[in-house]
C-alpha cells in the first residue's frame, strides 16, 4: 500500500525552528519529485514546497523562501521540511504529498495524514 | 502568479442530486488541473487530473470537463460520502495554485 506518514509537528515560540519528516512505503520514493502543502486551521490550501525525485532540484513558495528547506533521504524514503524563524502565519497543518507523475509541477496523488505545526508565543 | 476562484462557495445538495462546481483560472491552464475531495480532520483526496481523467479508485459519478481558464466536476448523483469541501488546483504555472474551496452540505 502507498503511505506516507508525517511526523515532528508541534507547539513552537515564534523565531524558533522544527523539523517535520515524512516516512514513504509502497513506492519507488526516489523517482518521484516530492512536495509539502500547508492548510492554516479552516483555510485552504498553500503549496510550499518541491523537491525533484530525478536531480534534486528545489523549489519554494515566496512566502517561506529562505526560511523553510526541503530535503530528503533517498536511503530511508524520508522527506523533511527544516523550519527556522518560524511567524505566526506558518501555523498550519503541513501535509507532505507525492507528485503524480514525477514532475515537480504536478497534481497530487498521494497525501500524508498531516502533522500540526502551531506557532505561538 | 495564478489565481484560481470557485463557485459558488457553499452547494447546498440533497442526496441522489446531482453538483455542479465551477472552477475558474485567472489565465490559461491548458488542461492541467486537477480536483480533489477533503472531509473534515482528513487530508485531501486525489479524484480528477488532466481536468477530466479520473485518478484510480474514483467512482464514475465523478466526472470533470473544461480546459483553459474555465473548469467543472460533476457529481451526478450525490452519496452520502460526497459531502465534503472540493479544491481545484493548477499545475500548469509556478507557483502550483489550489482554489479556496467549494462546500458541498446536505440541504
Known amino acids: 500500500e502507498v503511505q506516507l506518514l508525517e511526523s515532528g509537528g508541534g507547539l513552537v515560540q515564534p523565531g524558533g525552528s522544527l523539523r517535520l519528516s515524512c516516512a514513504a512505503s509502497?513506492?519507488?520514493?526516489?523517482?518521484?519529485?516530492m512536495s509539502w502543502v500547508r492548510q492554516a486551521p479552516g483555510k485552504g490550501l498553500e503549496w510550499v514546497s518541491v523537491i525533484s525525485g530525478s536531480d534534486g532540484s528545489k523549489f519554494y513558495a515566496d512566502s517561506v523562501k529562505g526560511r523553510l528547506t526541503i530535503s530528503s533521504d533517498n536511503s530511508k524514503n524520508t522527506l523533511y521540511l527544516q523550519m527556522s524563524s518560524l511567524r505566526d502565519e506558518d501555523t498550519a497543518v503541513y501535509y507532505c504529498a507525492k507528485c503524480a507523475f514525477g514532475a515537480t509541477l504536478d497534481a497530487f496523488d498521494i497525501w500524508g495524514q498531516g502533522t500540526m505545526v502551531t506557532v505561538s508565543s | 502568479e495564478i489565481v484560481m476562484t470557485q463557485s459558488p462557495a457553499t452547494l447546498s445538495v440533497s442526496p441522489g442530486e446531482r453538483a455542479t462546481l465551477s472552477c475558474r483560472a485567472s489565465q490559461s491552464v491548458s488542461s492541467n488541473l486537477a480536483w480533489y475531495q477533503q472531509k473534515p480532520g482528513q487530508a485531501p483526496r486525489f479524484l480528477i487530473y488532466?481536468?477530466?481523467t479520473r485518478a484510480p479508485g474514483i467512482p464514475a459519478r465523478f466526472s470533470g470537463s473544461g480546459s483553459g481558464t474555465e473548469f467543472t466536476l460533476t457529481i451526478s448523483s450525490l452519496q452520502s460520502e460526497d459531502f465534503a469541501v472540493y479544491y481545484c488546483h493548477q499545475y500548469d504555472n509556478w507557483p502550483g495554485t489550489f482554489g479556496p474551496g467549494t462546500k458541498v452540505d446536505v440541504k
Open positions: 509502497g513506492f519507488t520514493f526516489s523517482t518521484y519529485a
Open positions: 488532466a481536468a477530466s
